[in-house]
């Protein structure tokens, strides 16, 4: 018998060798990667095709998908349809919170890419006009986080507003037509809204904006550490040539979008800072805060460990450029 126990032991320890789970990764073939009109870097990224010549010489194909909102750049990654994703900071550590599986590696930009707004013929003036009040809103993206911190300070929550989920473009739209009464905005379409509509940004709050921040599933960073510091090489790239070239930045951003200049300037001059790159302690602090906000307003369960969650979330070990 104990010779059968032994024989059993060692068959079970060889089999354990040689399950999947024990292999080296499959070789990478392919680079799946976002854009997105809240990330002007991931443009400039895409038409200049960066991702493409570094990673040529490996017979890997690069293969690009438009994230609408940070709501469907998470839906993505936790789907594995996508392999980077960018987002605004505070949506990422919900994601994390919920279960998503990234990891927060990189700062594309310092934006104030939302507000609330409401039409220019509106008698809306703060916050606290939004009781009883129509508000578009995207769940899951920063403009959602940054309304519920706003009510949060004027002492209401989303149970005193009728929330009307729709993603950013349909919200402007919505506010437009006047189906809302306002409208948790994300640029270029706020901008845009600003610009040609006269809509009008009642409430601001630059810090309570979240930073875009760049994400990578948990697993191919796992599988693949060496390709994902390539990508942020070639991030780091794209970033500083948009910082130091900024009539290509707009031009990118014109034949992309197809917005006036004076949309993409709103944008891009006024409300898009492009100097950062890794995460450090100010986005720490800015995303730690969007979550405490959260879990006072009763988004977040009162058991989540908001700090922990972050902690796990940012990986700032994955090394970028010096030069």
Known sequence: MTKISRRRLLAGAVALAVTPAAKAA??????????????????????KGLLEKEFAKD???VTWVQSAGSNKAL???NAGSIDFGSTAGSAALVAKINGNPIKSIYVYSRPEWTALVTGKDSKIAGVADLKGKRVAVTRGTDPHIFLVRALLGAGLTEKDITPVLLQHADGKTALIRGDVD????????????EVEEGAKLFYRKADANTWGILNV????????PDAARRVLAVYEEARKY???NYDELKKTFIAVTKLPEAVVDKQLKERTELTHSRIGAPQRESILA????LQQAGVVDAK??????????????????TN
């Open 26 to 47: 499959d070789p990478l073939k392919e680079i799946r990667i976002d854009w997105a009109t809240y990330n002007p870097v991931s443009m400039v990224l895409k038409q």
């Open 59 to 61: 017979g890997i194909t």
């Open 75 to 77: 839906e993505f990654l």
């Open 182 to 193: 306002a409208w948790a905005g994300l640029d270029p379409m706020m901008a845009q809204a």
């Open 217 to 224: 599933r948990e697993q191919f960073l796992k599988d693949h």
């Open 242 to 244: 948009s910082l130091a």
């Open 290 to 293: 969007a979550g405490l906000a």
């Open 304 to 321: 989540v460990d908001v700090k922990a969650t972050l902690d796990a979330l940012i990986d700032d070990q994955v090394p970028l450029p």
